[in-house]
């Protein structure tokens, strides 16, 4: 029994690092012992060495491909947060215009990806699908944290006829925030994951080096080791993103909700 | 009772919900000005409604709800049965927003808020949030908020109800202080018949399905009211003839278990 010990078990730390560094020894032993050719199966020790060696041209890869991500995580989330905002104000609104916001969500990006490049720029077909696919848990989650607003406060506005700028304001943001911030958190990784796609389907049809557009070009080559790099990159950036926006949420609520408190409060 | 102009005026008032269910009345009721008032009765009785009817917080299906002063903003206060803060907000930022909504800078309001925070007993707790304080605390920020904007009205929906006794008792005792000190009309909804004999110089006993007032005693006490009083074999007679009222008032069998 850990009890009192909370989250600081130095087990909680060692073990997830043991588990890791386990999965690599084997991965490696199945390498080395059934001599599987590099292009079949990459050991570890190939694929962090393809990393270091490819480097260059990896990294200005990922660096497209972020901002790619940045720039559809920020579209998601100005036109999610106002959208959802639009859709408090009236309710005719969010009957008229929610289920497109359905269709979008349910409607498979990579479907909608080379119709997007048909019609718009390339870079700008790439940003849209990213952003199509960040811009659903930022607008659904958003819209139920404006309406969640605990009834009496609202009475309490009503009760000292507070405009819908000041109920906005000061009640319904606040109280949304926590909502919101789990809408950004599911849209980081997922704009990663529509920019990702998106090049993909852009690559196929012509120029473009993002880090999609690196795995597939790789695969073609048969260039199994700068494929793992690769992913693994992919990987790690999901993770920095996930990290990071966590932080964020973590900072704004940090004083007054309680996904943001300790475990010993 | 009513010589001036009362502070509440309630005509030929009843609230139908939409499912068809008559909550309430016809009601008749006169508050008069710098009273204090209980509403007393079992859950479900429509003492709630009526106190969100006088507040404006809800419309009455018939009748007519006239409020003193009502159309200025701030004019009346209310008190919830849960302390209603939010919780993202300092007890500053709570007490300051009535004035804000009403469109007071934050450096003009300041030593009201600070004055209103000293007067409930937490000018030490302005920078802490809810969550920080203990039940008893939280309503004590919840009554600064609501006497903030010097309203000549305080409504209470059993505020204290979810208190233990002892911070109960402490805090009946802080609100007749608030009451004497400030002169404000008051009305408070309690289940509690005790609370209710402590408190008021009138108690109104309520009957459900629709709600109706169905005895009014005029509480006959000591100025100011004190722990004597609490234990004096006077109150407890009070208590024991509104309590016999309250019986009375649940025992209409036709009234049992319609909902």
């Not at chain 2, 009601?27 to 709630?48: E, Q, T, Y």
């Not at chain 2, 009526?50 to 206060?77: N, Y």
């Not at chain 2, 927003?97 to 925070?117: I, K, S």
Request: proline residues 6%; charged residues 15%; glycine residues 8%.
């Amino acid at each position: 029994m850990t009890a009192g010990a909370g989250g600081r078990h130095p087990a909680r730390l060692v073990l997830p690092f043991a588990a890791l560094a386990a999965s690599l020894v084997a991965w490696d032993l199945i390498v080395r012992l059934n001599d599987l050719p590099p292009y079949v199966l990459p050991g570890p020790g190939l694929v962090l060495a393809t990393l270091v060696q490819d480097w260059a041209i990896l990294w200005q890869s990922l660096a497209i491909t972020l901002v790619t991500t940045f720039e559809g995580f920020a579209a998601a989330t100005v036109i999610g947060l106002a959208l959802a905002v639009l859709f408090s104000q009236s309710k005719w609104l969010e009957y008229c215009f929610f289920p497109y916001a359905v269709i979008l969500q349910v409607t498979p990006v990579i479907a909608i990806a080379p119709l997007l490049l048909i019609y718009l720029p390339q870079q700008l077909a790439v940003v849209t699908c990213a952003g199509i696919v960040a811009f659903f848990p930022v607008l659904s989650n958003a819209t139920l944290g404006l309406n969640s607003a605990d009834r009496n406060l609202v009475g309490l506005f009503t009760l000292y006829r507070a405009s819908r700028w000041q109920t906005l304001r000061y009640l319904r943001w606040p109280a949304a925030l926590p909502a919101i911030m789990g809408g950004l958190r599911i849209a980081g990784g997922l704009s990663l994951i529509g920019a990702v796609v998106a090049e993909i389907a852009a690559g196929a049809a012509g120029s473009g080096s993002g880090l999609a557009y690196r795995i597939a070009e790789s695969g073609y080559r048969l260039n199994i080791p700068r494929m793992f790099a690769a992913l693994l990159l992919l990987s790690i950036a999901g993770i920095v993103i996930y990290m990071a926006l966590a932080l964020v949420s973590h900072l704004v609520l940090r004083r007054w909700h309680e996904s943001a408190l300790g475990k010993d409060m | 009772m009513t010589t001036a102009e009362p502070a509440v005026r309630l005509r030929g008032v009843t609230k139908v919900y939409d499912g068809g269910v008559a909550a309430l009345g016809p009601l008749d009721l006169d508050i008069a000005r710098g009273a204090f008032v209980s509403l007393l009765g079992p859950s479900g009785c429509g003492k709630s409604t009526a106190l969100r009817l006088i507040a404006g917080l809800a419309a009455p299906s018939t009748g007519a709800v006239e409020v003193a002063r009502a159309a200025a903003p701030g004019a009346v206060g209310f008190v919830f049965q849960e302390p209603t803060l939010m919780p993202w907000a300092s007890v500053r930022d709570n007490v300051y927003l009535p004035l804000r909504l009403a469109g007071v800078a934050r450096r003009a309001a300041m030593p009201r808020v600070e004055a209103m925070l000293a007067r409930v007993g937490l000018a030490d707790f302005t920078e802490a949030v809810p969550r920080e304080l203990s039940g008893g605390m939280k309503m004590r920020v919840s009554l600064a908020r609501a006497l903030v904007t010097e309203p000549d009205i305080l409504l209470l929906d059993e505020p204290f109800a979810a208190l233990d006794e002892i911070t109960r008792f402490r805090l009946n005792n802080d609100l007749l202080a608030l009451w004497r000190d400030l002169g404000k009309t008051i009305v408070f909804v309690t289940h509690s018949v005790f609370e209710s004999v402590y408190l008021s110089q009138r108690v109104l006993v309520m009957t459900a399905r629709p709600g109706r007032i169905s005895a009014t005693f005029a509480i006959a006490g000591p100025e100011p009211r004190g722990e004597a009083f609490r234990t004096s074999p006077d109150y407890a007679a009070q208590c024991r003839a509104v309590s016999a009222a309250l019986a009375g008032a649940g025992e209409d069998p036709s009234r049992e278990g319609v909902r």
